[in-house]
Structures are given as C-alpha cells and as structure tokens.
C-alpha cells in the first residue's frame, strides 16, 4: 500500500480512483520557497522519511504564466493569496496567456529511492469565470476546452487534469 501525504480528501479520492490500494496520511510538511518544484518536492520527501514514513507519494501543484517567463509557478499559492484570481488574471491580461498546470508527484519507495512523475496540461489564462471554491480554477482554461477548470464538473475536470495525467505515469512506473 502506498501512503499519499495530504489532506485533501479530493486529491486523495482521485489518487484511488488510479492506484487503487493508497491510504491518506494528513500531515504539515514544511514546504520551502522555491522555484524548482522538484526542490520542493524532494524538501518534503526529506521531512516525510524523518518521520519513519516509506512507500509514499507527495505532490507539488504549480500554474506557469508564458507572459510572466514562467512565474509564478510553484509560487502560485502565495501569488493567489495576496493577489486573488482577479488580480492574476491582471498580471497577465495584456501580456501573453498562455500557461501551463503542472503536477509533480514524488514518489519514495519501501528503500527511499525517490522517482518523479509529471502531468502537464497547456491552457490560457483568462477572466475568472465559475464558482472560486477551488484555487485558481477559475482563471485557467485548457486548450481545447470552453470551460475554466472552475466551470467544469468534477467528472469534466478530471478528464484533463494534470494529477491524473501524474498519478498514470506513477501507476505505468509501479507496474514496469
């Protein structure tokens, strides 16, 4: 069984949906500044292994504006908290829109061998649209889609999203 450290019942629900056999795990991990994500993600894979945890999976969510060279990317939460959705989208409303979601999951296995495991969903940012229950959710909008990701069902929304995308290359990785 592998054991996903977070706290959120959706991210863990659709982790099931995927892996199967994963049990949740809340605990606060220290979570650094940083613009790598796998930085991030290795800082926390750290703290988990200190606490005597093995055979789990951390994951790093990240928005990447083209019109910002990339921020804020793993930055995102603390843009989105001093800014809100409405003034991302005035970062970038004159600028380029194009963005990336990305998630990176990292995986630590029963001998602490650690593995990294992406999904990548390109889109454009747009004015916030859909109820803002969700993070940046309503700013982003995926190509070929109509629909932020906050005006999507959650059945529509996983269809495209980037940690399903992560949690099958992790799933192929366990099978191989």
Not at 30 to 43: C, N, Y
Not at 128 to 154: Q, S, V, Y
Not at 166 to 175: F, G, N, V
């Amino acid at each position: 069984m592998i054991t996903f450290i977070t706290g959120n019942q959706n991210k863990l629900r659709e982790a099931r949906e995927i892996l199967g056999d994963v049990e949740g795990h809340e605990i606060d991990l220290p979570e650094i500044q940083e613009v790598d994500p796998h930085i991030i993600i290795k800082a926390k894979m750290d703290e988990a292994k200190k606490q005597g945890l093995k055979n789990f999976i951390v994951e790093d969510t990240s928005l990447y504006f083209d019109g910002l060279n990339g921020l804020p990317g793993p930055l995102i939460k603390w843009f989105l908290d001093k800014l809100g959705n409405d003034g991302l989208y005035d970062l970038v409303k004159d600028k380029d829109p194009k963005a990336q979601a990305k998630t990176i999951i990292g995986y630590s296995d029963k001998e602490g061998k650690i593995s990294y495991h992406e999904g990548i969903i390109e889109g454009e940012i747009v004015a916030p649209k859909g109820d803002t229950n969700f993070g940046w959710d309503p700013i982003f909008k995926p190509d070929g889609h109509d629909k932020t990701f906050a005006e999507m069902g959650p059945e529509e929304k996983n269809t495209v999203s980037m940690r399903k995308m992560a949690l099958e290359e992790l799933k192929k990785y366990l099978t191989e």
